[in-house]
Every structure is written in structure tokens, then in C-alpha cells.
């Protein structure tokens, strides 16, 4: 129901200029795949092209159960330039949902290919959508002549709590404030975040980006360091006792995933009068994983626990234990719904649904 209501102000703040088109790359990523039916809702099923470095079989969507339904999909790697361009071109994109990247754990093996996908590829996209903004991918041969290309150019690329690090205040971070992270993942989300604000400032692009904390979903994660949630939830439903590769006692921020898709459309969304700022804080609550741990006990009395800690500690401790998300109520009334025990009930219900 409220991607009807958004889909409204959409139409209202954006719909007079001409037809948008959007790409998502990473679109069959943890936040990709429940992304994309909402995209979808929201601008058209027609005007949503998919991409991701591989596609996923036709079983594997039908198994997930989403509707892709005349989905348009492209095989692209956002370290390729040449082909971002092209897909740029022969679909006439003006909007690009950019969610291709590597989380912090999986960043942390392989550093080199984590600057590559996630500094190289932001780049890329937003060198992309510069071209656009100046009528440039739309005028060379084949793909319609300037006089079509569309004048909105946008970027939405999430950010997180990686960008903040071991010298940052850790309890209610606020938006400005020391961020010297030590991790590849947020050295190249803060990267993200400063070309976003160089592209606008310098560009006219119409980049806006969120800092996620841990997104909490029933679909599989893959390679964060705040994953552990779910992996605690699925581990509980399969054999009454779940393991942490967290301490009992790390508070990190999260939201649920239905939270995190809301807070990006709202800010897709928003009047550009409205944002006083291109990158926001956003967060729901935070937890330690005893916390998560007494929430599924109320669901399933019986569960036990370990505190399993490897590698990935070292990188939570460099996160804060809260943020201050208050410009992004304030800016564009942002509101979170589910509070931890909400998402408990909600993605043990779903992962049990899905084993039936
Ligand atoms: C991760 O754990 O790497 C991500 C994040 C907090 O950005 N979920």
C-alpha cells in the first residue's frame, strides 16, 4: 500500500518530465531482489531494466517466488565501462539504482576486487550518468539523437555504517562527523559518498544515498559482517540453536529490509527543495546479538546459543552502536515500523513459510 501512496508523490514531484528509465545493477543482490517489484510498481514494469553480473536461472527466481514476470534483464559488470555505457544507451536510461557491491567481510578476503567493483563501478556509473546529463550518451549512432535524451539524471547508491570507523563517536553517530573507516567496504562507500556529492555539486547529478546499517531480510545475505542476524534465525527454525560470529555483547544499528526499501523510495522520491543534504543517516534500532538471541526465545522457547567471534569482530568494533538518523526524519519525515522483535516474528514466519 505505500508504494501506491509513493508512487503518487512520484507522479506528482517528477511525473511532468518525460518518461524515466531506470537501470539497477546488482539487481538479484541481497536488497536487488526484493527491490525490484517495487521499482517496478513505482515506475512502470516496462521501465525497469535488471542487471546484474550473472542471471539467475529462471528455477532460482521461481524457487524465490518473486513475479518477475516480463522482467527485462542484461548479463552487466559495472567494472566494464564500455558495456554500462551501451546499456545505457540502447535502453535510454536517465535513473540508475546502483546496489552492485561488496559487503564488508567478503571485502576484507579480497580487497583488490572490493576497490574494483565498489570504487571502479560507482565511478562508472556516475561517469555514466554525467553523459547523460550532458545529452552525450543519447547523441552518438543508433540510440535516438540528443534533441530525445531525457534532462533528469539520477543516482541512487546506498552507503552504510562502514563508512564511520574506529575514531568515529560510536553511540548516536550523527551524519557529519570524523569517518576514517579501515575497512575496503567503507573506504569505497565513503568514496562513494564524496564523488556522489562531487558529481551533483560539479555535474547537476541528482545523486542521493543512504547510509544502511544491517538490512535485515528473510532472502540470503552474502558477505557482510551484520549477517549474522540471519544466519542466526535460519540456524534457530533448522535446528533449535544458532550460533553468533559476533560477541554477545557488539551493538550495531539495523533495519528491516522492508524499512530499508521504504527509506530509499521515500527518498527517491523526495523534493530536491526538501534535502539538505545528498547522503542521510538511516537506521531502526540496534542490537547485540544476546539481544537478537532473547528475541527468538520469545518465539521459540527452546533455542540455544554459541558466541562463535572470528575476523568479522574486528570489523563490527569499528561501527557504531547507534546513529543519529535525525536529518532524514526531519528532511523527508522518514519514520522507521518494525523494531527488533517485529522482525523476528516476521522473518521466522517467512523462512518457516518457506520450508513448507
Ligand atoms: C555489511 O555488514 O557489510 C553490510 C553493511 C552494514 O553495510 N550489511
Not at 543534504?277 to 526465545?297: G, H, K, Q
Request: aromatic residues 10%; proline residues 5%.
Amino acid at each position: 500500500r505505500w508504494v501506491q501512496g509513493l508512487r503518487q508523490q512520484y507522479a506528482k514531484n517528477l511525473g511532468s518530465q518525460e518518461k524515466d528509465m531506470v537501470l539497477v545493477t546488482g539487481a538479484f543482490g541481497q536488497i536487488g531482489r526484493d527491490f525490484m517489484p517495487i521499482l517496478r510498481q513505482l515506475f512502470g514494469e516496462e521501465n525497469v531494466i535488471a542487471s546484474d553480473v550473472a542471471k539467475p536461472t529462471a528455477s532460482k527466481l521461481n524457487e524465490e517466488r518473486y513475479d518477475y514476470d516480463n522482467l527485462q534483464t542484461i548479463e552487466l559488470d559495472v567494472c566494464d565501462r564500455g558495456a554500462l555505457k551501451d546499456a545505457v544507451k540502447s535502453f535510454k536510461v536517465n535513473r540508475i539504482v546502483h546496489l552492485a557491491t561488496m559487503l564488508s567481510a567478503v571485502g576484507e578476503k579480497l580487497p583488490m576486487k572490493a576497490h574494483d567493483v565498489n570504487v571502479q563501478g560507482s565511478l562508472n556509473i556516475l561517469e555514466c550518468a554525467r553523459e547523460i546529463k550532458q545529452n552525450k550518451a543519447f547523441s552518438a549512432s543508433g540510440a535516438g539523437t540528443a534533441k530525445e535524451a531525457p534532462t533528469v539524471a539520477s543516482v541512487f547508491a546506498p552507503s552504510s555504517i562502514a563508512v564511520f570507523g574506529p575514531s568515529t563517536p560510536q553511540d548516536m553517530t550523527p551524519d557529519d562527523v570524523v569517518c576514517s573507516p579501515t575497512t575496503m567496504y567503507g573506504i569505497s562507500k565513503l568514496h562513494l559518498e564524496c564523488l556522489g556529492n562531487y558529481y551533483h555539486e560539479r555535474y547537476g547529478i541528482d545523486f542521493r544515498s543512504l547510509r544502511f546499517p544491517g538490512i535485515i531480510s528473510a532472502s540470503a545475505p552474502g558477505g557482510g559482517t551484520t549477517d549474522y542476524v540471519m544466519d542466526m534465525y535460519s540456524e534457530a527454525l533448522k535446528y533449535n540453536q544458532c550460533t553468533s560470529f559476533l560477541s554477545e555483547d557488539i551493538e550495531l544499528p539495523f533495519m528491516h529490509m522492508e524499512d530499508c526499501l521504504r527509506s530509499a523510495i521515500e527518498l527517491l522520491v523526495a523534493p530536491s527543495e526538501s534535502l539538505t543534504r545528498r547522503v542521510y543517516n538511516v537506521t531502526a534500532f540496534s542490537a547485540t546479538p544476546r539481544e537478537v538471541y532473547e528475541s527468538i526465545r520469545k518465539f521459540i522457547p527452546e533455542i540455544q546459543v554459541q558466541y562463535e567471534p572470528d575476523y568479522r569482530e574486528e570489523i563490527a568494533l569499528t561501527w557504531p552502536n547507534s546513529v543519529d538518523d535525525s536529518y532524514a526524519r526531519r528532511d523527508w519525515n522518514w519514520q522507521h515500523t518494525y523494531d527488533l522483535d517485529d522482525i523476528t516474528k516476521d522473518i521466522l514466519d517467512a523462512l518457516a513459510a518457506e520450508r513448507m
